[in-house]
């Protein structure tokens, strides 16, 4: 059989489903379309996320071309392009990897009328139907379901698939327009603009051998911006560089505390990507309804001084300075401005979770929406619309010295340590004043919100 496997938001060869299924059934060419649907949106024509893609698909290419393959890239509508290409290889079924976002579901709807089509479960461990409560309903609370799928797991004794690809099965043909002999920036309108981390499986699996070093300290470090206490790996599982199953193997091959803290977070992604999946309308509204009653009062011109980091609050603008120049953002960073934003600066959650993805390196929709939702209270399990964070006694608390601080305002580089906190000079609104608003704001709509 002559087969074809789609890869998007899983840019590797090893460990992958829909690939491992695809070389199993028959000879398999493989393919990446860039999606005007996707592109078309960017307002940044030198998106560094294209380039990391970029990268991963010459890591790819490389690895095919020493089997005598090639990677197909294709431009344009996939709902198009897809049946096209199986119109002109003969094609008699496409394998792909499911993707839980609306538009994604939405795209391979349309395409499985048009082609032999199937999807696999890859990006996640435990799909919707794989965790549920007694009743057979989803979990809307996150540690009832951390402990169904820990108990899923155990039961399974702790087995984690992987899958074999085994690329002597790949059609050998040459192909002119691969992605290392041709000019496809030009081709897609894009500029190429190098991220900090590397695309591609080799970059990322250094990174998870490095981090192992360190997995035992995970539960206090991840919260020290100025230290790498995480794994920085979001970017890498985000594309599909990694497998989530790679990165499952590697929390439970160590047995310590830090390994057990690193896998729940691994279980949040899955818990908010069943979000997605069973809520898709969360993409626009808030997970608990009423909350979208709120009348937000912050103002437009306080939106763009948090965007640009000039808020006045040290350890907000500093997260904000960083995300625009990187593209990255440490978690403590992002829960802090985006209460920040709802909370302090009135501003609709929606904004600030816009903005994050159209500058995070691994924004992800279930994940962004998720932290945003967290943040805003408006979401499942998030935290009671009471709880403001401080920036002022965060800032003290997980930057005390203000390392973080002074590396991206350097106009507080030689601030005393109180300073480097608290300045003098004022910022663009009152913290003490505009908490006290908040819950006047919040309690208007959600009275009985506990
Ligand atoms: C407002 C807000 C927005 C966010 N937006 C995104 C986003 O667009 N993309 C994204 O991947 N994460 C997002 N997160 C979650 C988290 O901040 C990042 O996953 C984390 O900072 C990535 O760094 P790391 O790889 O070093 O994580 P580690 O601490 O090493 O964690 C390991 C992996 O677990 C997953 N993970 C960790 N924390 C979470 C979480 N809270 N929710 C879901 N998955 C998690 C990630 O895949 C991460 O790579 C957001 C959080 C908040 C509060």
Known sequence: MKTLCWIRRDLRLHDHAALSHALAAGETTMVFVFDTHILDKLKNKSDKRVTFIMQSLQEIEKKLQAKGSSLIIRYGKPEEEIPKLCEELKIEKVFANRD??????KRDALIAKKVTFETFKDSVFFEKHEVVTGSGTVYKVFTPYKNKWLEHFEKNDKTVSNYECPLKNLRKFENKHNVLDFDWYINIGFVEDKPLLHGGTNEALKRLKKFDDVISEYTEARNFPAIEGTSNLSVYIRFGNLSVRDMIRAAVSKHSDGASTWLSEIIWRDFYHMILDTHPYVEKESFKRNYDEIKW??????????????????IVDAAMRCLNETGMMHNRLRMIVASFLCKILLIDWRKGERYFAEHLLDYDLAANNGGWQWSSSSGCDAQPYFRIFNPY??????????????????????????????????????????RARCLVMYAAVIPKDK
Do not use: M
């Not at 839980?100 to 579901?105: I, N, W």
């Not at 009062?297 to 040290?314: H, I, N, S, V």
């Open 297 to 314: 009062l912050g103002k437009e011109e306080d939106f763009q001084a948090w965007c640009e980091g000039r808020t006045g609050f040290p």
């Open 393 to 434: 006694t965060q800032s003290e608390k997980f930057d005390s010295e203000g390392v973080f601080i002074r590396q991206w305002v350097p106009e507080l580089a030689h601030a005393s340590k109180k300073e480097v906190h608290r300045p003098e000079k004022a910022p663009i609104v009152s913290y003490e004043k505009n």
């Open 100 to 105: 839980y976002e609306p538009y994604a579901k």
